[in-house]
């Protein structure tokens, strides 16, 4: 066998380690595994979520665990315990940055604000926690450096809920600095609190707002709609499904709900007063 002829015989053997003659089928086999491994993505569809109208009194009204909280502002002594600037360059001022912790979790942390002994971080997320009243509360401020952050406060937060009939609490740190926090009870929205998709013959629950119509429902992500309205939900459009609920969401929205268990209910959503907390995706601001 010449050397061309031994170089041919391994280039048509090499693909898929068969013989040339197998080497069409094995693409198309290889081909049809990858389209078929491909997902189908369905947008997501959110149910109306609105502002309370002014002056409304939301109902139900929230969890007790629930509260608006953020971080209104701190101050910052000029020198630290010391006696040294915060900063070699401008006019000394640290770089201050703060975070929560809820049981010595991260609850949340704002971003750094340069150059300030007054910071107020007009960016920082604002969003209703949930928290139990007798969790251990901490806030931390830090001076952020280009090699490690410097502590300027590490204090504990005593009786985080009853700070809600004063709006904030003022936290005060043993080497002079303070941090204000704003403690409110949670903001609401109106609406019925779930998402879903409307997939080839059939509408899924993919996500669901704990403190919602459809939370105390005990909607759950996975849960299909096999009606709504007393129409059949695998004979609508997405446009006649968004439809329906939309325009039904404040006198009712009839929905017959399969379960993931496979049990089959009957419930009527309206909407109310919503109380959607950080990670559920729904600003409050």
């Known amino acids: ?25 094995c693409r198309h086999l290889v081909l049809a595994s990858l389209l078929c491994s491909c997902a189908v993505l369905y947008p997501e569809l959110a149910t109306p979520i609105r502002r309370m109208p002014p002056g409304a009194t939301p109902q139900p009204p929230p969890p ?11 101050t910052i002594p000029k020198l630290t315990r010391d006696g040294r600037k915060w900063d070699s360059s401008g006019n000394g001022a640290p770089d201050p940055y703060a975070v929560v912790y809820v ?3 991260e609850l949340f942390r704002t971003s750094v604000q340069p150059n300030t002994f007054e910071p107020t971080w007009p960016e920082q997320q604002r969003m209703n926690y949930r928290i139990s009243h007798s969790a251990a509360v901490r806030v931390e401020l830090w001076d952020d450096n280009t090699i490690v952050a410097h502590p300027i406060c590490v204090e504990r937060v005593r009786e985080l809920f009853d700070s809600m009939a004063y709006g904030e609490q003022v936290v005060d740190c043993s080497g002079g600095a303070t941090v204000t926090l704003e403690v409110k009870p949670p903001r609401p929205r109106l609406g019925l609190g779930f998402f879903y998709e409307v997939r ?13 119509a459809a939370g105390r429902a005990r909607i759950k992500p996975g849960d299909r709609l096999l009606s709504i309205q007393g129409r059949p939900a695998a004979t609508m459009s997405s446009a006649e499904v968004q439809s329906t609920i939309n325009s039904n969401a404040d006198l009712g929205v009839q929905l017959e709900i399969r379960r993931g268990n496979g049990r089959t209910d009957h419930v009527t959503l309206r909407e109310e007063a919503l109380y959607p907390v950080a990670g559920e995706g729904i600003p409050v601001r």
């Not at 007790?64 to 502002?73: E, M, P, S, W």
């Open 103 to 105: 049981d010595d979790k």
């Open 64 to 74: 007790d665990d629930l509260v608006y909280l953020t971080i209104k502002g701190a």
């Open 1 to 25: 066998m010449s050397f061309n002829h031994m170089v041919s015989v391994h280039v048509m053997t090499d693909f898929c380690g068969v013989p040339s003659v197998l080497t069409r089928c």
């Open 200 to 212: 080839d013959s059939e509408v899924v629950v993919t996500r669901v707002i704990g403190a919602s």
